[in-house]
Each structure stands twice: as structure tokens, then as C-alpha cells.
């Protein structure tokens, strides 16, 4: 059998200094750091604050104050009234060049920044620098790929058409009006540009509601925003719990769309609420994907690309490899090439030079990986890595081992999402039963075909039951391409990322007008 001499590694830190500005931004000259509501700062009516700590350290970095109901009033009624204006100056009038260009300068403002924003992803998140850097492009790409839509989208009056005698009816496409974005943690500055850019362009004013364990770039874009000079009240930012904050935002019929992005539980429970009330929403949810493997891959050089995948920010990344099927006859050469690699990982801080696994997000996470270990093993999965704690020394994180486990088609020992460095793989008899096996999951986000038969690989990629199909290729989004998810990973709307999000972001009515009768 072949063997690729390509080196593929994971994704990896270089050394990371963190500058004073982030710390500086942080510590707030002693203060908490407030929700940003109309332009100001927030201390909030609960007078609650929490602290968002550095995952790989426990380090503090900042202590926020949380928002309840009276902020996330407050934020609806000062978002209204910039989405409104006063005769005709609202964010709803601006013009779309108008609004590209303040767009624009805030793009420059986070390019200036970039280190502070790198920080906050390396720091509060918890990633290695060659992935962070590689989201922070993002502000600029989505930016730009959504400014081209809103001038290429026709808002307001579509062409007229006669509907019954002397009755004419067109289309009237507008922004919602106060909508909603709650992020989760994984990639915060990603995560708030997909949602905030689009809706923004649309002509609605946000809510930003970032993840408790990564709130401080949104506060830090919200501040950016307003020295590019955004009309205060358009970009607000809610920091809190999701059970607090989060479903406050649910519970208000004054926010017209939320744009969820996070677990399909909470997303479910989420749209429960908004239902009650008329809110629509769109949910972009978990994921458990899957590889397959054909018996024309070379075993070796497909078990590294796939490993990459299954690590990609250990592994707490939505639509990433957890779930693998491989030809029967390539099964072993795969499995050992996948234990080497996951094997190989350098486990350290994340802003060690080197380090390829770092710490997990929380305890919380920390606690359920390390159960979901022990159930897989329970499941009948017969462990490879068998995954529990690991130790960095000096520093008292959330770190764990990677877990690989083999498996069977009759044993479905992997039935849920689980955020680490995380596999299965599982030999199969045919491409056929690997699809079958792949499509029987509810989750449906990603899934990937390893073959050099690309026609072969693109005939089975249609066939899986996922918003994302790939040949020879995983974790892949490119703008004017939508990234949704279908069963239990995705909800309505056109998913991220293409045209049908920033439609997602409008409405449109039917307007008819008759002659006057008589
Ligand atoms: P959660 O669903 O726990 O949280 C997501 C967001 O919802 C957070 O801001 C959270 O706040 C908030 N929230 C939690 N409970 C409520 C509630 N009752 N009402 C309103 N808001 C609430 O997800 P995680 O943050 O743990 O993120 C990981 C999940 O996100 C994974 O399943 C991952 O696959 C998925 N994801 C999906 C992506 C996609 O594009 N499909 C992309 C990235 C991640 P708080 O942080 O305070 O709990």
C-alpha cells in the first residue's frame, strides 16, 4: 500500500504573547465590564457580575456584569428606536453604501486591533494561534461577501403586476427590526460576524448575546463599533447566562428574528419560547460527523487528514469527523495511522509554542467528555486511546488525552455529539453500509467521502443526510456556499454564509391596491 510523505499536522500554536491593550480592555480600570446598550456601558439591575477565566490557566481575565430582564428591555427599546429614527434617520433608511461603508471601518478597526482580538480568542477561548488566525480573516471575508449581497438584494417595493381587474399587487422586502444573535463559545469572533454582518447590512439593529465563557470580543467589537461610528443603539451587546440573559431574549416579543447558533436542546427549547410569542429564528446547531473511507485511500495519509479534522480546536468544532467508516480492507493500516496521530498530539497550553490540544472549554465540559468516554467503552466501543485527564505542567486546566475507539456496524456505541478529540471508527463491508450507517444519525452537519474515484466520492457525498457534503476534504465553507444543517443539527432558514442568510435577515410582504370602488 502507498504511503503519502506529505507531512499534514495538526492545527497548531506558535507562541503567543499577550499584549497590555487586551489586558488593559479587561480589567477596566478595576471595574466590571459592562452590557454595551444605545452606545454606554451597563452595569445591569441584578447587579450580578460572573468572571470569564482563561481555560488553559483558570487565569481571570475579566469579571462581566450580567443583563436581565430590565437590560434586555432596555436593549429592545433603544434598538427600536435606532431602527426607527426620527423622521426618516433610522438604521432601516440608512443607505446601503452608507452602511458598507461603516462596515468597512470597522474592519480596518479589527485589523488595527487584530492582536486584541487574536487575545481574546486565544485567551478567553482557549484556541492555538494558527486556528485563530485563521478565524479572525473571517471578519474581513464575511464582511465583504455580505456587502456584496445587500448592494445585489432589492429591498422595498418589488415589480408591480396586475392581480385581478383594476388590482395590482408587488412585493415589499424589509428588515425585521431588532434581531437577535446568541453565540456559543467555540468561535466567538467567526460565530458574531456571521450573524452581525448580514443582519446588519439587511438594515436591522442587533442584539449580540456572546457565550458566558466567551464574552469579550463582542464586547470589544461593540466598542470598536462605536469608534467607527455606528449610531448608537444599532450594535448592543447582552453578556449573562443563557438561562438568564439568553431567555430574556427569548421571552421578548419585541425581538422580531434570533439567529441561534449552539446544542439542538437548547436551540429546540429556545424556539419553543420565541413560537409563543411569534418570533421566528433560525438555529444552526451541533453536528456528529462522519468519514468514509474507501478502499482506494491510502490508509495512512487519509487516518492524518482525518486526525487534523477530529482535533480541529480538540475537537469543538461543529461539523468536525467523529464518526468514521473505513473499507474492511484498509481497516487496520487506517486505525493504527489514526491512533499515531491522535497519539502524537502535543498536549500543553495553548499559547505554548507547539502545543496542538489544549485545554477543554469548562468543568462542565471536562466532566461530560470524560463520562462520555467511559460510555462509549460501555457502549461496546473498544478503546484504542482511552481518553481520561491529562496534566500540563504548571497549569491547572481542563486538559484530557484523545479517545479513539473501534467499533461495529451492530454496536452504535457514539450516538451523541462529543465536543473533544473524540472518534470511532468502524470497518465496513461496502461503501453502501458506510452510508447507511453514517445517515443514521439525527445530527446531519458535515460529512466527507476519502477516495481517489472523485466521481464515485461526489455520487456518495449526495447522498448523505447533511447539510455539508466533501470529497477528500472536511470542516470546508467558502461564502456564496450554504452551511446548515439538516435533522436535529439545523432549523429553518437558508443557513450561514450565502444568499438565503441575508434574505433570512428580511422579511417580505404582499401589497395589493385596488382602485378606489366607485
Ligand atoms: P449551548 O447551546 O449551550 O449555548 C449556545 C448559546 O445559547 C450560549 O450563548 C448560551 O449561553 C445560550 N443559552 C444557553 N441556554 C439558553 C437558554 N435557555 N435560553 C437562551 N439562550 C441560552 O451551546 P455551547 O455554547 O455549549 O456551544 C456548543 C454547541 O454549539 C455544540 O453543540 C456545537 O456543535 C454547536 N455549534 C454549532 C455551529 C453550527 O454552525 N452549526 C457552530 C458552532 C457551534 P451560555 O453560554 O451562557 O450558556
Not at 470546508?476 to 450554504?482: D, E, F, N, V
Request: charged content about 20%; hydrophobic content about 35%.
Amino acid at each position: 500500500m502507498a504511503t503519502a510523505s506529505i507531512d499534514i499536522q495538526a492545527f497548531t500554536a506558535t507562541t503567543f504573547t499577550t499584549p497590555d491593550k487586551f489586558s488593559q480592555f479587561c480589567s477596566n480600570g478595576g471595574a466590571p465590564l459592562g452590557g454595551i446598550i444605545g452606545g454606554k456601558s451597563v452595569s445591569g439591575s441584578m447587579n450580578a457580575t460572573f468572571q470569564t477565566t482563561d481555560p488553559g490557566s483558570q487565569e481571570v481575565l475579566a469579571t462581566i456584569c450580567e443583563m436581565g430582564e430590565a437590560e434586555v428591555a432596555l436593549a429592545v427599546e433603544t434598538a427600536h428606536k435606532a431602527f426607527i429614527g426620527d423622521n426618516g434617520n433610522g438604521w432601516k433608511d440608512v443607505l446601503v453604501e452608507k452602511r458598507i461603508a461603516l462596515v468597512n471601518k470597522l474592519v480596518e478597526l479589527c485589523g488595527r486591533d487584530r492582536d486584541i482580538l487574536l487575545a481574546c480568542e486565544i485567551r478567553d477561548g482557549g484556541k492555538v494561534s494558527e486556528l485563530a488566525t485563521g478565524d479572525f480573516t473571517q471578519i474581513r471575508e464575511c464582511a465583504e461577501y455580505f456587502s456584496g449581497v445587500a448592494r445585489r438584494i432589492a429591498m422595498g417595493e418589488g415589480p408591480e403586476r396586475s392581480v385581478a381587474p383594476r388590482v395590482k399587487g408587488f412585493t415589499y422586502r424589509e428588515p425585521w427590526g431588532v434581531v437577535a444573535g446568541i453565540i456559543p463559545w467555540n468561535y466567538p469572533i467567526v460565530l458574531t460576524s456571521w450573524f452581525m454582518f448580514p443582519a446588519l447590512l439587511a438594515g436591522n439593529t442587533v442584539l449580540i448575546k456572546p457565550a458566558e465563557d466567551t464574552p469579550i470580543s463582542a464586547l470589544y467589537i461593540a466598542k470598536l463599533a462605536a469608534e467607527a461610528g455606528f449610531p448608537p443603539g444599532v450594535i448592543n451587546v447582552l453578556p449573562g447566562r443563557g438561562e438568564i440573559t439568553g431567555q430574556c431574549i427569548a421571552k421578548h416579543p419585541g425581538v422580531r428574528y434570533i439567529s441561534f447558533t449552539g446544542s439542538p436542546g437548547v436551540g429546540q427549547a429556545i424556539l419553543r419560547t420565541c413560537d409563543r410569542h411569534g418570533t421566528r429564528m433560525k438555529r444552526e446547531m451541533g453536528g456528529n460527523g462522519s468519514a468514509i473511507v474507501l478502499s482506494d485511500a491510502d490508509p495512512e495519509l487519509v487516518a492524518r487528514m482525518v486526525g487534523r479534522y477530529v482535533n480541529q480546536h480538540y475537537g469543538q468544532t461543529c461539523c468536525t469527523v467523529h464518526r468514521v467508516f473505513v473499507d474492511r480492507k484498509i481497516a487496520d493500516p487506517f486505525i493504527d495511522a489514526q491512533r499515531s496521530f491522535l497519539e502524537g498530539l502535543k498536549i500543553g497550553y495553548q499559547t505554548d509554542e507547539g502545543t496542538q490540544l489544549g485545554s477543554v472549554i469548562n468543568s462542565t465540559q471536562h466532566h461530560r467528555i470524560l463520562q462520555a468516554q467511559k460510555e462509549t467503552a460501555a457502549r461496546g466501543g473498544q478503546a484504542i486511546l482511552s481518553g481520561g485527564v491529562a496534566e500540563v505542567s504548571g497549569k491547572d486546566g481542563f486538559y484530557l488525552k484523545p479517545a479513539l475507539y473501534r467499533t461495529s456496524p451492530e454496536v452504535d456505541c457514539n450516538p451523541q455529539e462529543v465536543f473533544h478529540t473524540f472518534a470511532t471508527v468502524c470497518p465496513v463491508d461496502s461503501a453502501e453500509e458506510a452510508l447507511q450507517l453514517a445517515n443514521r444519525s439525527p445530527y446531519g452537519l458535515g460529512a466527507s467521502v476519502w477516495t481517489q474515484d472523485i466521481e464515485r466520492g461526489v455520487a456518495l457525498a449526495k447522498k448523505f443526510r447533511d447539510g455539508t457534503g466533501q470529497v477528500n476534504c472536511h470542516n470546508s465553507i467558502a461564502y456564496g456556499l450554504p452551511y446548515g444543517g439538516q435533522g436535529i443539527s439545523g432549523g429553518p432558514g437558508g443557513g450561514v454564509n450565502c444568499e438565503d442568510t441575508f434574505l433570512d435577515y428580511t422579511q417580505v410582504k404582499a401589497v395589493y391596491v385596488a382602485d378606489y370602488p366607485g
